[in-house]
């Protein structure tokens, strides 16, 4: 395998040490660069890195090199929630939002996960597995170089099957890791609509046991919320899954306050997501754990729902991961500057913690931090080039619009 050695980079940012996991409170605001630096990736690793006054003098036979021409050079997102398998796109929801209704007020109406979960079951895994890729692939041209994906549009046997599959798929066809996460307890069926233990128990006694058997999931998702998924039904399914190795990564005080969060903890779940409602005693939960608190502010912004309290967790000493929760009803974008931008701007995240929460954070979220979400020796030269900014904070100031020049992902340039 070709070496590549990127020369001239203005700034390398994100220098992580080896063994920080994930960054909490005012650790988040610590963001360690490199300025005037060459960068070398072997064997699709990042191996070594320095100041261009001390260039390596033993390089690699087979060596690319590229000159970064002044841009940054930082670690890719890593986005850690998304439900990017879906058969078709919701637009005449966006027209009813526009006219008014609100995202519960289209889920009563027969609308929102239900009306995705129609669709689904008709669809092939082949014309799944394609309109997924197109959207994966425009998100790594964005910049994403690490992702989690949901099922939760089956909402049957064989259709949650059919999304896992495709969602292996993705791990097998793309250079990126993915990771998925198991969301039967999306919303209950209408067949179910009055006997929420039966569609409960199809969950336990038959998804649960297949979809371990095949490998299809690392992780339990419940939309733990008014109207879907109560706190005592989310409890036993976070239970049921348990056994199976499926740690909980869970929807949130979304609409309202749930009490999502602290059955999360309860549990000890990688990541509670959301967070629009947040309350006191669900921050002083986060605090006390281990559990990454995700926010989604590109659903705040399309649903015109309100922006989770950032600072408030950050202060309050939690770790905060950003992500795009790309999905057709929410949020029909998955593009993480966005992301970034909406943290700065609505969450007023300094740029530095905002990154961090787009990195190393979103790799936490999905237990790959080890591996992917800074600038480590013998990290994953998954890599995000720009143009050459007048400051980091250009980055996301600029929303809108793309600095990217170029993406590199397991030391080759995509
Ligand atoms: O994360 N909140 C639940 N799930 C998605 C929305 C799903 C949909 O509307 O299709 C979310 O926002
Ligand atoms: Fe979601």
Known sequence: MASLLLTHIGTLVGLHPKGIMMLRGAEMAQLPVLENAWLLCEEGLI?????????????????????AEGGYVLPSWCDSHSHIVFAAPREEEFVMKIAGKSYEEIAAAGGGILNSAAKMQLATEEDLFEAAAIRLNDMIRQGTGALEVKSGYGLSLASELKMLRVIRRLKDSFPIPIKASFLAAHAFPIAYKNNHQGYISLIIDQMLPQIAEEGLADYMDVFCEQGFFSLEETDQLLTAAAPYGL????????????????????????????????DEAAIASLASGNTMATLLPSCSFYLGIPFANARALIQSNVPVALASDYNPGSTPSGNMNFVLSLGCIKLKMLPEEAINACTLNGAAAMELSALTGSITKGKKANLILTRPLSSLAFLPYSFGQLQIKTIILNGKIY
């Open 47 to 67: 191996s070594d890195f320095g100041t261009m006054d001390a260039l390596p003098l033993q390089l690699p036979n087979e060596l690319e090199t590229r000159s």
């Open 247 to 278: 740690k909980p990564k869970i929807h949130a005080n979304q609409l309202s306050i749930s009490g999502g969060v602290q059955i999360g903890l309860k549990h000890q779940a990688v990541s509670v997501d959301h967070l629009e409602a947040t």
